[in-house]
């Protein structure tokens, strides 16, 4: 029996279709390619079930399409960023008085280009043209980014739908801050999840049993005012949803916030070392504002001797900061993720105004320079300095000074933070990224480490297979 006899005049493999006999589980790469490369294009058909050169029906049996789909979803969600809107039917045929069906995987061209397939940690774009799956050239890589309609990650579409009684969690909060009942109508109204009732990707973060990487939360105490300190205390990654994300983060802040006091003529007046608003202010933005689409990734809440930093992936949204900025009640806040700061500000964990750093400006009103309060932002994370008020001298400066920069290059901390590192000995690259507190990547490699290199700031050598990186001293003076 032939496809044609099922759904009609089918042709040959095209720019819109192709044929397999299953879903490869030694190669998946090959078709997740292709379901790729028809999102961004112009959409197409994935037939499996039928011998690809003959066009004959293989077909499976109601289990076995039951577990290709499965396994479709599972490696798609797995590999392809960000995920491809799709429909899987069953077409069903009678051979031998049996009922077999093929899968008929419906691919649409993704409003967000490009999609990415992850491989071994990279990843690469593909493109169907002429029956063919190829990989894209930078200038085709370029065009889809300029006419995409580019989408933030959390209000991608998801294969979940809603179920209310998935989110306890998120019901009993916003009782408890508004002492009011949160309704579906509400939900679906900041684009929860649409019509059909398929949940947004920003929606999943606030499941009960979300687990996954996105919202993972690093939280670590330091003994020195460095990362190269010995650390006297690393918790695990926090793994679940964005509520319990912020309580926790934010109980291992007081529990490890100073205590002190300010003695005046009448007495004393007890203060804290990071005070909780501000802190809240800090977690609740890393949060709302990361840039979900890095993978790989944690939010870094380090507490070190004189200060509190609260680290999240992604630049600084309303453009990049190389410089410390202490002016923080000039910050205009952007919004990354709409969808993640509606819930948010529904819940009353943030304003709608974005005046979260005025917060944080006027409980430091009062403090010296070396206790005030700021932020940076580089290409990899942005980041938020809260110095310890108890702690007398305040946020100290490192006294070596690298003349080989300029002045730009002196700003950049997360630079001077790497020759800092590498100055006493050899390190790896995976030192060199635990120290800042980012995942080992090609991209931190080829964007940071190369560059150091080729302008003389670091020297490159091998050791047991590996590459290591040490500051040129030739090149600084302490």
Known sequence: MRLEELVGQIGFENEAQEFKRKLDRENYIGWLKTVSGFANAHG???????????????????????????????????????????????????????????????????????????????????????????????????DMVIHSRRMEYDILPTKTLFNPKEFSRLYSTYKKQTGKQLTEKMLQSIGFFDQHHFLKQGALFFKDDYSGEKTAVDMNIFQGTTKGANRILALNKFRGNILDGIETAMQFIGKNTNNGIIKTQNGRIDILGFPVRSAFEGVVNAFAHRDYYLDNTQIDIDIFRDRLEITSPGSFQGGEINTKEYDLSHIISVRRNALICDVLVRLKYMEASGTGFDKIAEDYRNADHGHKPYIYSSDLQFSLILPDLTHSEGVQANSIDFNCLSETEKRDEILVKILRFCLPEKKTVGEICSMLGISNSSYFRKKRLIPMVEKGYLEESKERNRKVYKTNKDTISI
Do not use: W
């Open 44 to 142: 197409g058909i994935l037939y499996v079930g039928m011998d690809d050169e003959e066009k004959t029906l293989i077909g499976f049996s109601e289990r076995e399409a039951d577990a290709e789909r499965n396994y479709f979803n599972q490696i798609v969600t797995e590999h392809i960023s960000p995920l491809p809107q799709y429909e899987i039917d069953f077409v069903p045929y009678t051979i031998r008085q049996k009922m077999r069906y093929i899968l008929k995987i419906s691919i649409l061209e993704s409003e967000s280009k490009p999609l990415y397939v992850k491989q071994k940690g990279l990843y690469n774009a593909y493109i169907r043209k002429q029956g063919f799956t190829t990989g894209c050239t930078p200038t085709e890589i370029y």
